[in-house]
């Protein structure tokens, strides 16, 4: 249209009739011109936690935190009475329940117990600071990246374990870390019990710096000799065992 207003010396009602080969009164039958219809940002509604029924029995469960993991099954036991663990039914996944101080389920973590399987996945609605944890009455907080790997851990060290306080990041978020600082005050020592590689000790070091900044708590690292908890329970087992399975 610029063409024409300045070539033609045409006003511009003119130049946008010939830019459109009709008259000037064809013009104002058209339709006003609308603004165009910008895409609008279509805002997520949060998803709700939908809770996998449970199966009648842990057996499958038990057979692989027990024997292919190698986890204590009194510490198995105490989760699953705790119901802070259950078999799902539909997939028979492990499910890690994390619950809040009223004891409402606002984090599920499921991992695939079939041989092989590397299936694992925070279900969508899960809150993270409301990770699987073990609220106990001391001053000391575990903290690991995995829940197999703070049962690990336990049977490693059993000894009044029930008495402290564990948490699996299932990651390596410490948004889990915050929350139970926040609503446990007696929780004054911190240990970041994070994997042997390099992605473990940089989390640590973050996470360490956070909670120093944040929070008047001692905050240590204690990092397994394998890569991470379970393998090194495992490498205490004797080998011809670890491939067994759990008859129930």
């Known amino acids: ?23 000037v009164a064809d013009l104002e039958k058209l339709p006003a011109r609308s603004p165009p219809n910008l895409p609008r ?14 199966h009648n029995n842990m057996r499958r469960v038990f057979a692989y935190l027990c024997q292919t993991r190698g986890i204590d099954p009194e510490v198995v036991s105490a989760f699953a009475h705790a119901c802070l663990l259950y078999e799902s039914a539909d997939h028979h996944n492990a499910v890690f329940v994390g619950r809040d101080g009223q004891g409402k389920v606002r984090h599920l973590h499921a991992k695939g117990t079939l ?21 106990g009455t001391s001053g000391k907080l575990y903290t690991f990246e995995a829940p197999i790997d703070l049962m690990s851990y336990i049977s490693l060290h059993p000894e009044g374990w029930q008495d402290h ?6 990651g390596v978020s410490a948004a889990p870390i915050q929350h139970l600082l926040g609503t446990q005050p007696q929780l004054q020592e911190v240990v970041l019990c994070l994997d042997n590689d390099e992605a473990g ?3 640590a070091r973050r996470i360490a710096a956070e909670l ?4 008047n708590v001692t905050v240590s690292a204690e990092f397994p000799s394998q890569k991470d908890w379970n393998d090194e329970l495992l ?12 008859s129930m």
Request: charged share 25%; proline share 7%.
């Open 115 to 135: 041989t092989g399987s590397s299936f694992r996945q925070t279900l969508p609605g899960s809150e993270k600071e409301y990770s699987f944890h073990w609220p």
């Open 165 to 170: 306080t564990y948490v699996a990041l299932c």
């Open 41 to 54: 940002t279509k805002q997520e509604e949060p998803k709700q936690l939908e809770i996998p029924p449970a």
């Open 235 to 246: 490498s205490f087992r004797p080998e011809e065992s670890q491939g067994l399975t759990m």
């Open 201 to 203: 000790h940089k989390a």
């Open 1 to 23: 249209m610029d063409f024409f207003r300045y070539f033609y010396g045409e006003s511009e009602e003119q130049a946008a009739a010939m830019l459109l080969n009709c008259s």
């Open 212 to 215: 120093l900044r944040e929070w």
